[in-house]
Every structure is written in structure tokens, then in C-alpha cells.
């Protein structure tokens, strides 16, 4: 999504979250550091995002963030902050505001310019949220930011969407070979109690996990993909010929990615070396 909206001419910022991750999640910033340098911004690189053109940057590194965030703790009241987000830490509560301040920082430094954020749909509230306190900010014209939705992917064990929280719910970049074929093989679908059912009555793979991976980000061919659907629901197909078709196509995807991540970090330690990733600057 990140490598379309480039390709349609406009500018991606790339913001590396290590504050948020500090107080939400107690991500030391040195570790934060660590993992989007050696980790995220090469996979963005491997799944085609130009990460040379964009404004990579260090929410630790943007004073101008704090500023803009205390600004938003002016005007803003904690029940509000209730009503959005329910019981919220000290922390969470000063990661919302880096939030809505990330969102707003094109603008800051470009002047008011059309903002698109890509989000899944449960940061709606979010969204509306940063919409919101850009119309209270006054002193400063800010073209109120607009989103573009994504489906979540479910979870492999069922749950609503993949997780942190719950490691045998998702698929991680760079999964060993083993690892990803046991996690599809256990995945979650919406096949029948039994192989003699399932030819009877069909499946249902709109609640069907692997076929959601399918969809979401192994299989690009509309064609396949609809056959697929319709022989799962016709009861032609089993959720067994399904998973394998899945491991195959996941093991051969996740191999190539692991060859671009090589090649990404090195792309990544150039850019450091060219001071085009901002890490520090002073206020």
C-alpha cells in the first residue's frame, strides 16, 4: 500500500515509533533503534516501499513533535481521552498525542498539504481523534488528515487479528521453514468437522484464516483466488489441499523476502551513512 501511493507521486514519512514503544510498551529506545534499523525499514524495503525518497524519521529525534504534543495535552481532556481510548497508562496517554503529532507532521514542515495515513479499520477512532484537535489548532491551517482503510488479518487460531500478544496467532517475517508450515498446518478454518461433511455442505472461507492469508498477501491472482472460494464453498476442495497450497507458496514468498531484507539493510546502512534517516537533532 505504502509503494502504491508512492508510485501515484506522493511522499511517504516513515515514522519509527521508538517513543510510543518506549512508554506503551517498555521497548528500551536503544532496542527501538536496533529493530527498525536491522529489522523493520529493511522489510519495507523487501516489500517494495522506496525507502530512499521517503522522510524516515525518529520520533526521539523530532522535538518539534513534543512541542506539538504538549500543545494537544492543552486541549485536550482526559474524559475525552477516556470516551476514545477507555482506562489509559500515563504512557498510552502521551503516546496518542506523538500519535495525532506524527499524523499533523507533514504539515508542520511542508505547510498544509493533503495527508493520507494508511490504517487498519480498528484505528478509526484515532483517525477521527487527530481530525478533531487539527480543527481546535487554530493558529495553524492544517488540512484535516484523511485515512485509507485496510481489512485486518484474522489470527491463525481464530482470534480477530493477528497478534504480538499471542505468538501462534501470526506469521512473523523471516519464520523458519518448520515453524511456518506448522503454524498454517494448525491454522484456524472454516472447513467442516469431517472430510465427508465438508463435501457435503461446503466450507466457509470468509471465516477461514487460510484463506485470508491467501487473500491478504500470498496469492495476487483474482482468478485463483475466486476458484479457490467457490471450491471450498462447493465442497470440491479440503482445508488440507488448501494448507499445502499455502505452505508452498508462504515458503517460497517468505525465502525470496529474507534475500531483499539482505539486500534492504544494506540500502539502510548506506542512508545512515548518507545522515538521510533522521536519528538525532538537536532542538
Known amino acids: 500500500m505504502l509503494s502504491y501511493f508512492q508510485r501515484q507521486g506522493g511522499r511517504l514519512y516513515l515514522c519509527i515509533a521508538d517513543i510510543e514503544s518506549l512508554t506503551v510498551r517498555g521497548v528500551p529506545l536503544d ?3 536496533r529493530r527498525a534499523l536491522e529489522e523493520f525499514l529493511p522489510a519495507l524495503y523487501a516489500l517494495g516501499v522506496d525507502i530512499e525518497s521517503a522522510f524516515v524519521y525518529f520520533q526521539s529525534a523530532m522535538p518539534i513533535l513534543y512541542r506539538l504534543a504538549a500543545r494537544i495535552a492543552s486541549i485536550v481532556s482526559s474524559s475525552e481521552l477516556h470516551d476514545i481510548y477507555g482506562d489509559v497508562t500515563p504512557g498510552q496517554m502521551f503516546a496518542s498525542f506523538i500519535q495525532v503529532a506524527d499524523i499533523l507532521l507533514p504539515q508542520l514542515l511542508e505547510g498544509p498539504i493533503p495527508t493520507v ?3 487498519a479499520v480498528d484505528q478509526d477512532t484515532h483517525i477521527r481523534f487527530t481530525r478533531d484537535v487539527a480543527k481546535r ?7 484535516l488528515p484523511s485515512a485509507f482503510y485496510t481489512e485486518l488479518t484474522p489470527g491463525l ?21 518448520t515453524v511456518l508450515r506448522q503454524k498454517i498446518q494448525q491454522a484456524f478454518t472454516g472447513g467442516r468437522a469431517t472430510a465427508e461433511e465438508h463435501r457435503r455442505y461446503g466450507g466457509n472461507p470468509s471465516i477461514c ?10 496469492i495476487t491472482d483474482d482468478t485463483l483466488l475466486n476458484k479457490i472460494y467457490h471450491e471450498c464453498i462447493n465442497g470440491e476442495r479440503l482445508c488440507g489441499e488448501c494448507k499445502q ?3 508452498e507458496v508462504a515458503i517460497e514468498w517468505m525465502r525470496d523476502l529474507q534475500k531483499k531484507i539482505a539486500i534492504g539493510r544494506e540500502v539502510v546502512h548506506k542512508l545512515l551513512e548518507e545522515e538521510k534517516i533522521v536519528i538525532i537533532r538537536e532542538p
Open 31 to 33: 532496542e527501538g533503534r
Open 117 to 119: 495515513v494508511p490504517v
Open 137 to 143: 489548532l487554530n493558529a495553524r491551517r492544517f488540512t
Open 157 to 177: 487460531t481464530g482470534t480477530s487479528k493477528m497478534s504480538k500478544s499471542i505468538p501462534s496467532s501470526l506469521i512473523e517475517l523471516g519464520e523458519a521453514d
Open 209 to 218: 484464516t487460510v484463506f485470508a492469508l491467501m487473500r491478504h498477501h500470498f
Open 245 to 247: 497450497q499455502l505452505i
